[in-house]
T-cell receptor, first 113, second 110 residues
Framework: NAGVTQTPKFQVLKTGQSMTLQCAQD?????MYWYRQDPGMGLRLIYY???????DKGEVPNGYNVSRLNKREFSLRLESAAPSQTSVYFC????????????FGPGTRLTVL | GDSVTQMEGPVTLSEEAFLTINCTYT??????LFWYVQYPGEGLQLLLK?????DKGSNKGFEATYRKETTSFHLEKGSVQVSDSAVYFC?????????FGAGTTVTVRA
């Protein structure tokens, strides 16, 4: 089992460019999440998908869109990147949803110039 | 809304020292509480968890007890090793949403 995988690992964008961060899991997770990690702020929830076919906003959704393509895949899209979106992005999965352990991917380090 | 407050770092210790990282929370209902650890260059991984009041989570020599009366979940380890150097995050989940503390960087020196 690969667990939770993310691509790419690193990315540099110019302001205004778009890109999609990919996340896939082979752990049969029902729920999936996208977080951003910034120094001194812990992780903040961007969007989540409680189950296949549903998505909901988290704490910091502005400037992002998501797609739960199927049970395994949950992508995060930046339509017009801004320097404020420079961060490390983590995808996570949770098998039963709600109040259980989340399993994290290795992260994508994004720099927007 | 829900929130987690944890001790600010960085914390620097010598090997075999006692480690405590304080964590308090604010939440409605009955959240589950977690400690996650992030080693350099890696994602987060679960260290331990507790799902109800008075539960004690433990793993790799670390312990934390869910104290509802003081809304706390302090992390402790009796004798740290260099390999425990990492960033530690206290977190809670409540209705699909995981709320994190800011993280505490711990460095253990040989």
């Amino acid at each position: 089992n690969a667990g939770v995988t993310q691509t790419p690992k690193f990315q540099v964008l110019k302001t205004g460019q778009s890109m999609t961060l990919q996340c896939a899991q082979d752990m049969n997770h029902n729920s999936m999440y996208w977080y951003r990690q910034d120094p001194g702020m812990g992780l903040r929830l961007i969007y989540y998908s409680a189950s296949e076919g549903t998505t909901d906003k988290g704490e910091v959704p502005n400037g992002y869109n998501v797609s739960r393509l199927n049970k395994r895949e949950f992508s995060l899209r930046l339509e017009s990147a801004a320097p404020s979106q420079t961060s490390v992005y983590f995808c996570a999965g949770e098998r039963y949803g709600g109040n259980n352990e989340q399993f994290f991917g290795p992260g994508t380090r994004l720099t927007v110039l | 809304g829900d929130s987690v407050t944890q001790m600010e770092g960085p914390v620097t210790l010598s090997e075999e020292a006692f480690l405590t990282i304080n964590c308090t929370y604010t939440a409605t209902g009955y959240p589950s509480l977690f400690w996650y650890v992030q080693y350099p260059g890696e994602g987060l991984q679960l260290l331990l968890k507790a799902t109800k009041a008075d539960d004690k989570g433990s793993n790799k020599g670390f312990e934390a007890t869910y104290r509802k009366e003081t809304t706390s979940f302090h992390l402790e380890k009796g004798s740290v090793q260099v390999s425990d150097s990492a960033v530690y995050f206290c977190a809670l989940t409540n209705d699909y949403k995981l709320s994190f503390g800011a993280g505490t960087t711990v460095t253990v020196r040989a």
